[in-house]
């Protein structure tokens, strides 16, 4: 299996700031993601970290509110921005592996506490 | 659409029986992924099993079982001879095998397992 990393692990921010989470894949891969848990929740994903061109988001899910960038085929950031409580969750990136096989793996996540 | 159910909310056991979540789910397409993750307290997911939708046959790794029904849409999972260490939120997720249709992961609501000494 791959190995992802993600900084911060976790963080307690002030509402109205912006906070941008690394992920780290240690072999290039095609396809890479960001996912947001709720407290006591399933994962919902955000968007898809598509390299060299925009992140494609899903439904309930802005550019402005969490823009991504992915420079190479190993890395991406996502930053939450102008936080307010209701974005307190753990944010985990994942990425794909096996051509399309079909594995995703996921990184640590990011637990993010809003105040 | 694609959709998962894991009926059952919260399960608790005693250390050495065995268990059974269920995952039933629900795709318009007849090739897909279905797949199992861990979710220990630490809140890391981890990767258990991914299995295709034209291999129905059920696969053993220690003490994890999967059964995987296509005629009535499910793909259970049991441990047998339950640990502590199992204690976890448990996912099953459904993903298309299309790659023109993007590779999003529908996550069921999970299943807090509790396995008490």
């Known amino acids: 299996s791959a190995v992802i990393s993600q900084k911060p692990s976790r963080d307690i921010c002030q509402r109205g700031t912006s906070l941008t989470i690394q992920c780290q894949v240690d072999s290039q891969v095609t396809m890479m993601f960001w996912y947001r848990q709720q407290p006591g929740q399933s994962l919902t994903l955000i968007a898809t970290a598509n390299q060299g061109s925009e992140a494609t988001y899903e439904s309930g899910f802005v550019i402005d509110k969490f823009p991504i960038s992915r420079p190479n085929l190993t890395f991406s950031t996502l930053t939450v921005s102008n936080m307010s409580p209701e974005d307190s969750s753990i944010y985990l990136c994942s990425a794909e592996f096996g051509s399309g096989a079909g594995e995703q793996y996921f990184g640590p996540g990011t637990r993010l506490t809003v105040t | 659409a694609q959709k998962v159910t894991q009926a059952q909310t919260e399960i608790s056991v005693v250390e050495k029986e065995d268990v059974t979540l269920d995952c039933v789910y629900e795709t318009r397409d007849t090739t897909y992924y279905l797949f199992w993750y861990k979710q220990p307290p630490s809140g890391e997911l981890v990767f258990l099993i991914r299995r295709n939708s034209f291999d129905e046959q059920n696969e053993i790794s220690g003490r994890y079982s999967w059964n995987f029904q296509k005629s009535t849409s499910s793909f259970n999972f049991t441990i047998t001879a339950s640990q502590v260490v199992d204690s976890a939120v448990y996912f099953c997720?459904?993903?298309?095998?299309?790659?023109?249709?993007?590779?999003?992961?529908?996550f069921g609501e999970g299943t807090q397992l509790t396995v008490n000494p």
């Open positions: 997720a459904l993903r298309r095998m299309r790659r023109t249709s993007g590779s999003r992961l529908t």
